[in-house]
């Protein structure tokens, strides 16, 4: 540390300490204040110099590159141009000699040798088709009849019309090379009788006629006027906005030359020196900022960590969603209010206490503590669990917590955060819910054996009237006082079988309709299909319906068997309600079941009226119906019985029907328990 800086470092808290008068304050200011401004200054005056010195930098390097670039240029014009006057020297000779294929083979090779960027010399006749050709008879990966691009062929157009040599514009051959074609006509008495060609590829014009001391220092490109690129020749890698471009001509036809220019590493003690300056004079300024600098930020930092605590604090108010933080131990770390106010305990009475938790239900104590147990090991539910919890006086609620882990800003594994909701009243409407579900489908059945209520009472009248009349018989035998108990037995058997034929048909009515929990048992579907058409039996009869099963031997299935007699009862009255305007040898009504993937898939199939397409969307939505006197409420029942046993139900139209409409009412249920 300088004297300088240790006079300053003395003279700071003294201006805190006393009281320094108007006058000398604000010459204290100023006198820290110019230091400042020279620093100020001196590295504007640096920055002014270091422009200077690279805007005139620059522009020695464009005027390099423009000379450069222009001698490059009139070098490849003079190539260009004196193979030119070759070729015409050799087109005048052609057309006098008579021994013009001996020539153009001597002159050819003599070119071939002296021009390596030269890939071929051709002689054409007016029709261009190859008459000769050197190197080869051949172009480069190309049969002649394949040669003439449009681009050579207009060339040619242009030479034989004006009569000069004339370039064709660039082609590609051979795997994206360019080439480029020069014309040259060859005359016989003001006529033209042919013309020699002369192909050059562009990457190897660069490569022979730019040195190599050229590429040191510049990119060297062939483009167009779409900076489509033709050829480079370069030995730096890298990108430069330093370049000049210049019109290619010979051969023209909208080409140009691009130079690109690197920079040069020169001057590199004065830029280092420069840079040695620029960092002293920053160093200087920031030691004298340093301290005002970090309390500014302190009190930032301090202002920003108020903010975002306030933040928080009224973010977290404002959660109904309880938020409970435990360590690895189990000890809770911290509880937000919308937790406190669900369990009714504070903050205070629940940080730091470690289990069993004053929020935990007494009676299932252990439930709670395996699953507290379970949590710390890692192995919580990722879908949350359900819980009992305790407020503090002492009613229950339910509550659905959600645990993940609690990282600090290091990555470490500190404990876990739990998210709690309280489900109570959401678990009391689902139970209302399900409620209210039973009470319809025990309503349904009512309306269903309402709706069956005469055909029932004239199936039950007919095994009533036999017993009364096997009864009335006994009595006569038996007044008769020639009665034998052989002649009075018969009489008895058929009134006990009658009688067995009655109580049937009561029993089954009386398990339809009587209002039972709901449960999934060990049942057999073709026992329950075949409850079901004894109900419908009497119906069948009245209506003139035909009524087909097909039920192979079935497994039992776990399932409630009064909601499958409710489900296929309901759609086996509807098929036949279906084909009540059908003719009587077209109604119907078949009924199969086959097993297919751990599943058995019931079919219900009528040659009815069919459903419309308007409706079909809407056949399972609760109170919707078809029928005048219907209330809308069987098929969403149905639906909601087999999605209770995990299975689907939905229709489809039957396309085996006499009548060509009709309907199949399918559904599935597993054959194993979920």
Known sequence: MTRTEITWCTILPMSVALPIPSGSSRRLRWLLALPKLGIVLLLVALLSLLWLLHRNEAEEERSALIKDVLWLEQNLRFHLNGNEEQLQQLALEMADLPGRQKLFRLRAEHMLKNSPDIAQILWLDTKRQVLDALPTSHLPESDIEAFGPPVTAKAFELASRLGNRQYSEPFFLEGNRAFVEMLVPIFSERRITGMLAVIYPLDTLLANQVPWWFTEKYKVEIIDDNDLQYATKTRILGNSDLRYEIPFDPPGSGLLLRITSYHSPDNTLQRLLIAAILMLAAGVFWSLWLVRDLMKKRSQA???????????????????????????????????????????????????????????????????????????????????????????????????????????????????????????????????????????????????MGEMASTLAHELNQPLAAIASYNTGCLNLLGSGNATPQDIQPALEKIGVQAQRAGKIIRRVHDFVRKSEPKRAPCLLGEVIEDCLGFVEAEARKRHVRIECEIPPLPPIPADRLMLEQVLLNLIRNGMEAMTGMPEAYRLLRISVIADNNELILDVTDCGSGISPESRDKLFTAFFTTKPDGMGIGLSICRSIVEFHRGRLWAEDNPNSPTGSGTIFRFTLPLEAT
């Open 302 to 448: 301090e202002e920003a960590l108020r903010a975002e605590h306030a933040f928080r604090a009224a973010m977290e108010d404002s959660l109904t969603v309880g938020m409970r933080a435990r360590d690895l131990q189990g000890r809770v770390i911290y509880v937000n209010p919308a937790f406190c106010s669900m369990t009714g305990f504070s903050a205070t009475e629940l940080v730091d206490k470690a289990p069993p938790m004053p929020y935990w239900a007494p009676e299932q104590l252990e439930e709670t503590y395996a699953m507290h147990q379970t949590v710390l090991a890692g192995e919580a539910p990722l879908d949350g669990f359900e819980i009992t919890f305790m407020r503090k006086n002492g009613e229950r609620f339910q509550a659905l917590v959600y645990e993940a882990k609690l990282i600090d800003g290091n990555g470490k594994h500190t404990g876990w955060m739990a998210s709690i909701l309280d489900i109570t009243e959401r678990k009391r409407t689902e139970e209302l819910a399900r409620q209210q579900q039973e009470q319809l489908q025990f309503t349904s059945r009512l309306v269903t």
